[in-house]
């Protein structure tokens, strides 16, 4: 039976890709996170509750400090989903978080990838944020990354110490750089979650800026779906990708599609834009489709129905994280 290794396997793309793995009866799945306390616990508890399986294992471990050797025994692929999330947060004293959570807990991994006695191949998570605001649109692998946030920084360390482990220790790793990920069990914290419970609470939303942030969404069913490419690929060892759901919309018209799907009206509140926000993200993925034969299939207004029903169907929690 393949077993796999998903870190961060509580988190909003971590789960969804463990319950994708488990759908498969052959597969077992060793699922690890330190439930970092980002958003509201509960929500993580609960998607590891509905994962509950005899193939499923989930450890409760901080990657930047835990024994991880042991957890590798037998282990066919390790998808690296762990990592502290959010552009705006990662400014002043929290930046240690996120060079712990994205930096040193993924070098531990790595090392302890190199040390084993057959190197599973890892896939690790990394982020359009690494471009920052790029000179021309949609950005390609080999355009210059200039991240504009602490948090990007930490994620194209993080890629940046894959690509040295593939190259000086040997071993198998991919990135793939994701834009803007959507869908069911889309983080509390994020957009499309908020403005839809907002929306169907008849509460203000808040937004950052005039609306006019440009963004390249992405379903969470194609980013799972580019994982398994990247694993199952033989010719992918040691590559980038872009992984781009390839709209290119700014968010108020994303806003208007969601207040069509729903019937309602958004009451929108403009704040000031966000310190490290970049203006647009659009990314080429014809390197994925290339190698890993990978393309979207999920399309905004498909994806964005989906969401507005898996935000309806769980209001009341959903509000609750959003309101602690
Ligand atoms: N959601 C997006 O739009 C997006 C876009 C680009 C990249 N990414 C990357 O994808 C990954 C998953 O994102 P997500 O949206 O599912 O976030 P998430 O916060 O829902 O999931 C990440 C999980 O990792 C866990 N974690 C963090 N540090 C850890 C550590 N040191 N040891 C063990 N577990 C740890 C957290 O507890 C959390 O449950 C992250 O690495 C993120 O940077 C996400």
């Known amino acids: 039976m393949p077993k796999f290794l998903v870190t961060g396997a509580a988190g909003f793309i971590g789960s969804t890709l463990t319950a994708q793995l488990l759908a498969d009866e052959a597969n077992a799945v060793i699922g690890l996170d330190r439930l970092s306390d980002y958003y509201d616990v509960r929500i993580k508890r609960a998607r590891l509750e509905a994962l509950a399986s005899s193939r499923f294992t989930f450890v409760e471990s901080d990657l930047s400090v835990s024994n991880i050797a042991t957890l590798l025994h037998g282990v066919a692929g390790v998808f690296h989903l762990a990592g502290q999330p959010g552009v705006r947060p990662s400014w002043g004293d929290s930046f240690l978080t996120y060079v712990s959570d994205n930096v040193v807990a993924t070098q531990r991994l790595l090392e302890a990838i190199a040390a084993a006695d057959a190197p599973p191949r890892l896939i690790y998570s990394s982020s359009s944020s690494i471009y920052g605001d790029a000179e021309k649109y949609p950005v390609s692998e080999s355009d210059l990354p200039r991240?504009?946030?602490?948090?990007?920084?930490t994620k194209l360390a993080g890629e940046h110490l894959c690509s040295l482990y593939a190259s000086k220790r040997g071993i198998e790793t991919v990135s793939l750089r994701y834009f803007t990920v959507f869908g069911a069990g889309q983080r509390p914290d994020m957009a499309f979650t908020r403005l839809m419970v907002k929306m169907l609470s008849g509460e203000e939303f808040f937004v950052n800026g005039d609306g006019s942030q440009i963004r390249d969404f992405t379903h969470v069913t194609d980013i799972v779906s580019a994982n398994l490419a990247a694993y199952y690929t033989a010719g992918a060892s040691g590559r980038v990708f872009n992984v781009s759901g390839g709209s290119s919309v700014s968010l108020l018209e994303a806003i208007r599609i969601t207040e069509e799907l729903a019937g309602v009206d958004a009451r929108l509140t403009h704040l000031p834009g966000a310190l490290g926000d970049?203006?647009?993200?659009?990314?080429a993925s014809d390197d994925a489709?290339?190698?890993?034969s990978w393309k979207p299939r999920v399309?905004?207004?498909?994806g964005l129905t989906e969401q507005l029903a898996w935000v309806a169907?769980?209001?009341?929690?959903?509000?609750r994280a959003i309101n602690n």
């Open 299 to 302: 399309d905004l207004p498909t």
């Open 313 to 319: 169907a769980n209001l009341p929690e959903l509000r």
């Open 147 to 153: 991240p504009i946030s602490p948090y990007g920084v």
């Open 289 to 292: 489709l290339d190698v890993l």
């Open 278 to 283: 970049v203006a647009r993200t659009g990314g």
